[in-house]
């Protein structure tokens, strides 16, 4: 229980997307830190976000669905006016450090968050973690961050199911399907500081095979950056090649480092990697995201908890 009569705050995590078409830039200078892209690279993110969005932006409508439901949960389970969610997006508006102010506005002393990302990396939810921390610190506010959630029995269940859900589009060929399961690529060398990223994320792949009774199975990253150093690979195009050369006729793409429908799912896996595939004669279909799917917001509720414990016991 938190001190006092003030609710808890719970800052949602996302990693945010342009309002419109207009805010692409500002949006593709924030992942820069600070640093505008060339023409070149802006029209080429333009141009996937074109293929995509017509007009409407899906992270964002996901995101407000996610954390909408997140609160129904939460209310669910404790009552109405016991934890009070914000909303915190690590490059676009209300930015991490907005939701932590507005928790310092209303008064709020003790805070949980949680990134709506299951894997843990420095250089991913290490980073949102990081800022809302100093945040906090700077209003005064307690706060305890969930790192990871990969294994939650909820969150297996729930991408199990789509996967078998996922199997089922192939019909007769069922039996003949490769599961590619999929995450962000980080650049390569995150391998030396023993970041758990990749760890995780086999480990949530094969607990997900397992939960669906799939024994044909591979991992590959996907949607790495030009940064001009090297990223973790190999990266889905590579494996699809690999897979059609090998006779894979028929792939199941299952994202389990992310989980909305939005730009590198939407582009980079239903535009790209699908053509890429159908060149070479096999069919890719994917996995449905998890949104605002009741287990999924389960394992956020009870990651949350325990994040709150970590709280009270530093009382
Ligand atoms: O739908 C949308 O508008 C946003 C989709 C989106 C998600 C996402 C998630 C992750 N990213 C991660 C790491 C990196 C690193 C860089 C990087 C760059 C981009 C660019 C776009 C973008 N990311 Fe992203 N990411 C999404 C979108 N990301 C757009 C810039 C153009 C491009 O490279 O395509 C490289 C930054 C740099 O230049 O230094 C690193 C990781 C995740 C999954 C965890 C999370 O959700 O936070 C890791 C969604």
């Not at 080429?44 to 293929?51: K, P, V």
């Not at 439901?69 to 450090?97: M, N, S, W």
């Not at 709020?108 to 990134?115: D, H, L, T």
């Not at 790209?272 to 279909?285: F, I, K, N, Q």
Request: aromatic fraction near 8%; proline fraction near 5%; charge should be negative.
């Amino acid at each position: 229980m938190s001190l006092g009569t003030k609710p808890t705050g719970v800052l949602v995590m996302s990693y945010g997307t342009p309002e419109n078409m207009e805010s692409v830039e500002a949006y593709y200078t924030h992942i820069r830190r600070g640093h505008p892209p060339t023409a070149e690279q802006l029209e080429d993110l333009s141009a996937r976000y074109r293929a995509i969005v017509g007009g409407v932006f899906p992270l964002r409508e996901n995101t407000n669905r996610q954390a909408a439901a997140l609160q129904r949960t939460l209310d669910e389970r404790a009552g109405p006016g016991r934890y009070v969610c914000y909303q915190g997006l690590k490059h676009a508006a209300p930015f991490i450090e907005d939701g932590i102010a507005a928790m310092a506005g209303d008064g709020i002393r003790e805070a949980i968050g949680i990134v709506l990302a299951p894997h843990y990396s420095s250089m991913s939810v290490g980073g949102y973690l990081k800022r809302a921390q100093e945040e906090a610190a700077k209003h005064g506010i307690r706060f305890a961050g969930v790192q990871s959630y990969h294994l939650h029995p909820e969150l297996i269940s729930a991408l199990a199911e789509r996967v078998r859900r996922g199997l089922d589009k192939f019909g007769d060929a069922r039996g003949d399907a490769i599961v590619l399961f999929s995450a962000h690529s980080l650049p390569k060398r995150i391998e030396q500081t023993g970041d758990p990223y990749p760890e995780q994320l086999l480990e949530t792949s094969h607990a997900v095979a397992m939960a669906a009774g799939v024994d044909r199975w591979q991992f590959t990253w996907q949607s790495a950056g030009q940064t001009g150093e090297p990223w973790l690979g190999p990266d889905i195009l590579e494996t699809v090649d690999s897979l059609a050369r090998e006779g894979v006729r028929s792939i199941l793409v299952a994202p389990v480092g992310f989980v909305s429908d939005h730009l590198e799912v939407l582009y980079d896996l239903d535009i790209e990697a699908s053509r890429y595939a159908e060149e070479r004669g096999v069919r890719l279909e994917r996995i449905e995201m998890l949104n605002d799917d009741p287990q999924y917001m389960s394992a956020l509720a009870d990651s949350l908890a325990a994040a709150e414990k970590e709280l009270e016991d530093g009382r």
